[in-house]
């Protein structure tokens, strides 16, 4: 019971003395708010502010009736009031300004070291009261960068001290980083009051660095980030001491220049000190240094200087600069020399340096060396120099000089600067000469035709010609059967043989200042051809006859021209009746439109200008019955060789287009060909032949046939048949082979024209224009096919009836003369047709 007294006593005595408190404390408040007093704000007692910011100060009074205070004012730490804001735009730096809820603040616009101390705000209340209070204002300096760039070129090489230097009251502490990793003082870097110091700057040392600062009383903090870029400086490291340009030429040189960063060149001509870059006819690129001059002269010879700048410094070279002039040459005089002595050529030429001269002959590459040639000791080239006149001289000898010696030679001069280029010409001097007419055939002249003989002399100068006969001077005979025309080079006797005696040995007699020379030359009569030798059948079949023919044994003179034959069957005795048929040396000799068997009697004679020789070699030879054809001929030629037969290659994979000759029909004209082909391999050197993939097709009035749908690299074998109405002829066989891959064919989206199609239109355009031609020719100039068309239909009965005799059967025989033959005609063959001219023939060394 006692002890539960106690503590309700206890807690009785606890409650009283909080009770007590809480009184206390409310008659304390009570209190304060009805005492009047000043506060300011901020509320510290003592405010640290840095230097050069602005600063506002603030008094408000607390007090019961503010409409009590009275003389609400500043003080600054000198006890000066501080006056208000005048009025104006000029601001002092420290003045009040009356703020919302009756309060006064101060204003400072940059504080100032000397500001620091105590301010005090004081009022009246009521008359009866001073109001005062005080706020205490120590100023520190912030953290400032006095000089420390963010940017730093350190040249490479040299020590460098990374400037950061900083301003701060109380003083502050610096220290570094690189890459967030403190520098500390080595060998290689320095830590020094106002930067970090680093020795022997290489490229490594690029980077980003970080300078900060921190003041311990402040607890200000403060980094400066600074980029370090290493300078390298400038080296030129191409220019050539010695430069040469060609006067009249562009030219152009490079001054490569290294550093960092990239150095700006300049070119300087020393004798002027111009930068060219501002100069007629100079231009400088500044980065990549190349100077160009658009035409060099003779003044831009100098020494010049090229000098590369960048920010970490600067360099030099110098170069001369030689001007080259190009070689001219300006003597080359025509020489003339006589065969079997010494000629020389000489060439002057000038240019800087002295050009080196040289010779060869003209349409030639080879030139010739100084001093004796090794292929012909005979010739040496002689050079000589004038380096301080830019001149120079090349003598080309010739000892015993030949006249294969004559013609052009062309001097050349070469220097550095240009190669010039001038010919002249070597002239050799002989006497006459006929070796070139030694090999001439005789002149030929029969029925008293005029002969011309023609007599060329060579020689230099040239030579005078007189004619002999019978060693007489044939001026002096006056005889109006010869005819000189021409007295040098070139002469013409011409001759007419109204007699026998002037078929004879004439002489030419040819002189000039070195010489004489003289030339027989002979006039023969000309005669027909002898008999000929053979004609030998070579090939028969139902209709025609192949003859071999060999010319006569010996030819009097002339060319053959042509090959006649007559033909008759054997049973009729009339030659007269007789057909003819005409044919050039070099034609097959083919009789055609015979009949299948029967007896014909043949006989040969030759021909030439003067007209047909002789028949002879008069033979019986009889035509066989008629029969199949023969075998026809393919007209491919096989471009790959199996080893048991030739192989022809197509040019296309699925296609091949089959050619061949028309065949001899032996009597019975050709109505079709069969053509059949097979695709088959070859097996231990055995054709099979896919039997039911064989193809056989009829073609009718055609030599060709397109084969398609064919397989790619597949043999095939094409047996080809010609049929007529006795049967099939023999079969020719090939053997074909196609291409490997496959043809594309590309299906066009709308109708085009075929390649056929195009073919045909380009063809007949071309025609077209051709005909357009011709027929302008015809009648501006009366040439042309039409023109000759025209002329043909003009022509006499006569000639046409000549012509119907050479080249075709005749109705009528062609007789053998009696006489001397007055009409001529010539027979050629073209390699397909014979074509014959009638008309009097007169050819290069024969009779006029």
Same mark, same amino acid.
């Given at each position: 019971?006692?002890?539960?007294?106690?503590?309700?006593?206890?807690?009785?005595?606890? *409650?009283?003395?909080?009770?007590? +408190?809480?009184?206390?404390?409310?008659?304390?408040?009570?209190?304060?708010?009805?005492?009047? !007093?000043?506060? +300011?704000?901020?509320?510290?007692?003592?405010?640290?502010?840095?230097?050069?910011?602005?600063?506002?100060?603030?008094?408000?009074?607390t007090?019961?009736?503010?409409?009590?205070?009275?003389?609400?004012?500043?003080?600054?730490?000198?006890?000066?009031?501080?006056?208000?804001?005048?009025?104006?735009?000029?601001?002092?730096?420290?003045?009040?300004?009356?703020?919302?809820?009756?309060? =006064?603040?101060?204003?400072?616009?940059? =504080?100032?070291?000397?500001?620091?101390?105590?301010?005090?705000?004081?009022?009246?209340?009521?008359?009866?009261?001073?109001?005062?209070?005080?706020?205490?204002?120590?100023?520190?300096?912030?953290?400032?960068?006095?000089? %420390?760039?963010?940017?730093?070129?350190?040249?490479?090489?040299?020590?460098?001290?990374?400037?950061?230097?900083?301003?701060?009251?109380?003083?502050?502490?610096?220290?570094?980083?690189?890459?967030?990793?403190?520098?500390?003082?080595?060998?290689?870097?320095?830590?020094?009051?106002?930067? &970090?110091?680093?020795?022997d700057?290489?490229?490594?040392?690029?980077?980003?660095y970080?300078?900060r600062?921190?003041?311990?009383?402040? @607890?200000?903090?403060?980094?400066?980030?600074?980029?370090?870029?290493?300078?390298?400086?400038?080296v030129?490291?191409? &220019?050539?001491?010695?430069?040469?340009?060609?006067?009249?030429?562009?030219?152009?040189?490079?001054?490569?220049?290294?550093?960092?960063?990239?150095?700006?060149?300049?070119?300087? !001509?020393?004798?002027?000190?111009?930068?060219?870059?501002?100069?007629?006819?100079?231009?400088?690129?500044?980065?990549?240094?190349?100077?160009?001059?658009?035409?060099?002269?003779?003044?831009?010879?100098?020494?010049?200087?090229?000098? %590369?700048?960048?920010?970490?410094?600067?360099?030099?070279?110098?170069?001369?600069?030689?001007?080259?002039?190009?070689?001219?040459?300006?003597?080359?005089?025509?020489?003339?020399?006589?065969?079997?002595?010494?000629?020389?050529?000489?060439?002057?030429?000038?240019?800087?340096?002295?050009?080196?001269?040289?010779?060869?002959?003209?349409?030639?590459?080879?030139?010739?060396?100084?001093?004796?040639?090794m292929?012909?000791?005979?010739?040496? =080239?002689?050079?000589?120099?004038?380096d301080?006149? @830019?001149?120079?001289?090349? /003598?080309?000898?010739?000892a015993?000089?030949?006249?294969?010696?004559?013609?052009?030679?062309?001097?050349?001069?070469?220097?550095?600067?240009?190669?010039?280029?001038?010919?002249?010409h070597?002239?050799?001097?002989?006497?006459?000469?006929?070796?070139?007419?030694?090999?001439?055939?005789?002149?030929?002249?029969?029925?008293?035709?005029?002969?011309?003989?023609?007599? &060329?002399?060579?020689g230099?100068?040239?030579?005078? +010609?007189e004619?002999?006969?019978?060693?007489?001077?044939?001026?002096?005979?006056?005889d109006?059967?010869?005819?000189?025309?021409?007295?040098?080079?070139?002469?013409?006797?011409?001759?007419?043989?109204?007699?026998?005696?002037?078929?004879?040995?004439y002489?030419?007699?040819?002189?000039?200042?070195?010489?004489?020379?003289?030339?027989?030359?002979?006039?023969?009569?000309?005669?027909?051809?002898?008999?000929?030798?053979?004609?030998?059948?070579?090939?028969?079949? %139902?209709?025609?006859?192949?003859?071999?023919?060999?010319?006569?044994?010996?030819?009097?003179?002339?060319? +053959?021209?042509?090959?006649?034959?007559?033909?008759?069957?054997?049973?009729?005795?009339?030659?007269?009746?007789?057909?003819?048929?005409?044919?050039?040396?070099?034609?097959?000799?083919?009789?055609?439109?015979?009949?299948?068997? /029967?007896?014909?009697?043949?006989?040969?004679?030759?021909r030439?200008?003067?007209?047909?020789?002789?028949?002879?070699?008069?033979?019986?030879?009889?035509?066989?019955?008629?029969? %199949?054809?023969?075998?026809?001929?393919?007209?491919?030629?096989?471009?790959?060789?199996?080893?048991?037969?030739?192989?022809?290659?197509?040019?296309?994979?699925?296609?091949?287009?089959?050619?061949?000759?028309?065949?001899?029909?032996?009597?019975?004209?050709?109505?079709?060909?069969?053509? !059949?082909?097979?695709?088959?391999?070859?097996?231990?050197?055995?054709?099979?032949?896919?039997?039911?993939?064989?193809?056989?097709?009829?073609?009718?009035?055609?030599?060709?046939?397109?084969?398609?749908?064919?397989?790619?690299?597949?043999?095939?074998?094409?047996?080809l048949?010609?049929?007529?109405?006795?049967?099939?002829?023999?079969?020719?066989?090939?053997?074909?082979?196609?291409?490997?891959?496959?043809?594309?064919?590309?299906?066009?989206?709308?109708?085009?024209?075929?390649?056929?199609a195009?073919?045909?239109?380009?063809?007949?355009?071309?025609?077209? *224009? *051709?005909?357009?031609?011709?027929?302008?020719?015809?009648?501006?100039?009366?040439?042309?096919?039409?023109?000759?068309?025209?002329?043909?239909?003009?022509?006499?009965?006569?000639?046409?009836?000549?012509?119907?005799?050479?080249?075709?059967?005749? !109705?009528?025989p062609?007789? /053998?003369?009696?006489?001397?033959?007055?009409?001529?005609?010539?027979?050629?063959?073209?390699?397909?047709?014979?074509?014959?001219?009638?008309?009097?023939?007169?050819?290069?060394?024969?009779?006029?």
């Amino acid at each position: 019971m006692g002890q539960l007294q106690r503590q309700r006593v206890a807690q009785l005595a606890t *409650l009283l003395y909080y009770v007590v +408190i809480c009184s206390c404390l409310t008659i304390e408040l009570s209190s304060a708010q009805q005492q009047p !007093k000043l506060e +300011i704000y901020p509320t510290q007692e003592v405010q640290r502010k840095p230097v050069g910011k602005p600063l506002i100060l603030t008094c408000r009074p607390t007090v019961p009736d503010q409409a009590l205070v009275t003389d609400l004012q500043w003080k600054d730490n000198m006890n000066n009031t501080i006056l208000p804001k005048p009025t104006g735009r000029n601001h002092p730096p420290m003045y009040t300004e009356t703020l919302p809820g009756e309060s =006064l603040g101060v204003m400072i616009t940059s =504080l100032l070291p000397e500001m620091g101390g105590q301010y005090y705000c004081t009022a009246s209340y009521a008359n009866t009261e001073i109001l005062q209070t005080s706020v205490t204002i120590k100023t520190y300096v912030a953290i400032t960068w006095t000089n %420390a760039p963010e940017n730093q070129f350190p040249i490479l090489g040299d020590d460098y001290v990374v400037k950061c230097e900083v301003k701060a009251d109380p003083n502050p502490t610096i220290d570094w980083l690189r890459n967030g990793d403190p520098i500390r003082t080595d060998a290689k870097h320095v830590v020094q009051t106002h930067g &970090l110091l680093i020795r022997d700057v290489a490229e490594t040392d690029d980077g980003t660095y970080t300078c900060r600062a921190a003041v311990i009383e402040t @607890g200000e903090l403060l980094e400066r980030i600074i980029r370090v870029e290493v300078y390298i400086r400038p080296v030129i490291t191409h &220019l050539p001491s010695t430069l040469e340009a060609v006067e009249g030429k562009p030219f152009a040189a490079n001054c490569t220049a290294l550093g960092k960063p990239v150095p700006e060149i300049s070119w300087i !001509k020393d004798s002027v000190q111009l930068n060219v870059a501002n100069a007629d006819r100079f231009k400088v690129n500044a980065q990549t240094g190349l100077l160009t001059i658009s035409s060099v002269t003779q003044e831009d010879y100098d020494t010049y200087t090229c000098i %590369a700048k960048n920010d970490a410094g600067v360099t030099d070279k110098k170069a001369q600069l030689n001007v080259l002039v190009r070689p001219s040459v300006y003597e080359l005089y025509n020489v003339t020399g006589v065969s079997g002595k010494e000629v020389a050529i000489t060439c002057r030429s000038k240019g800087r340096p002295a050009p080196e001269i040289t010779f060869r002959r003209w349409g030639t590459e080879q030139q010739y060396t100084a001093g004796v040639q090794m292929d012909d000791e005979r010739i040496q =080239l002689e050079q000589h120099f004038d380096d301080d006149r @830019g001149e120079s001289t090349g /003598t080309l000898r010739i000892a015993r000089s030949q006249r294969t010696d004559d013609g052009l030679y062309q001097c050349i001069a070469t220097n550095k600067g240009d190669t010039a280029y001038k010919t002249g010409h070597i002239a050799i001097e002989f006497p006459p000469d006929f070796t070139h007419m030694k090999e001439l055939p005789p002149v030929f002249s029969w029925e008293q035709r005029k002969a011309n003989l023609s007599c &060329l002399a060579m020689g230099i100068p040239n030579a005078t +010609i007189e004619w002999r006969w019978n060693g007489r001077n044939i001026k002096d005979l006056f005889d109006t059967n010869l005819k000189i025309e021409g007295t040098g080079p070139r002469s013409d006797l011409i001759v007419h043989p109204v007699t026998r005696q002037y078929y004879s040995a004439y002489k030419c007699i040819a002189t000039n200042i070195h010489g004489t020379a003289e030339h027989d030359m002979q006039l023969k009569e000309a005669r027909v051809p002898d008999f000929v030798s053979a004609a030998v059948p070579r090939q028969l079949t %139902a209709t025609t006859i192949t003859f071999d023919i060999r010319g006569p044994a010996t030819e009097l003179g002339l060319p +053959i021209l042509a090959f006649s034959v007559q033909y008759k069957e054997a049973l009729n005795p009339d030659w007269s009746t007789a057909l003819n048929r005409s044919w050039s040396p070099d034609s097959p000799y083919i009789v055609e439109g015979l009949r299948p068997q /029967t007896m014909y009697s043949f006989r040969f004679a030759a021909r030439n200008q003067v007209g047909l020789g002789n028949w002879g070699v008069n033979q019986q030879q009889s035509t066989p019955r008629r029969s %199949a054809p023969e075998e026809p001929k393919p007209l491919h030629s096989p471009v790959q060789n199996d080893k048991e037969e030739p192989v022809v290659v197509s040019p296309y994979s699925d296609h091949f287009e089959l050619r061949w000759g028309v065949p001899a029909d032996n009597g019975e004209p050709i109505d079709r060909y069969q053509v !059949k082909y097979c695709p088959g391999v070859k097996m231990a050197g055995t054709w099979h032949e896919l039997e039911d993939r064989c193809k056989t097709i009829e073609v009718v009035e055609t030599t060709s046939y397109q084969m398609i749908d064919l397989s790619g690299n597949t043999y095939y074998r094409i047996e080809l048949k010609a049929h007529n109405a006795i049967g099939y002829s023999s079969p020719a066989s090939i053997i074909m082979k196609t291409t490997r891959g496959i043809d594309v064919i590309q299906v066009a989206e709308r109708p085009v024209l075929s390649s056929a199609a195009i073919v045909g239109i380009a063809v007949g355009g071309v025609l077209l *224009l *051709l005909f357009i031609v011709d027929l302008l020719c015809c009648v501006t100039v009366h040439m042309g096919v039409m023109a000759a068309m025209c002329r043909k239909a003009k022509r006499s009965p006569s000639e046409i009836d000549d012509e119907a005799k050479l080249g075709r059967d005749e !109705k009528e025989p062609l007789r /053998t003369p009696t006489g001397s033959i007055k009409q001529n005609s010539t027979i050629e063959f073209d390699g397909r047709f014979v074509h014959s001219r009638s008309g009097e023939i007169i050819g290069k060394n024969s009779a006029v």
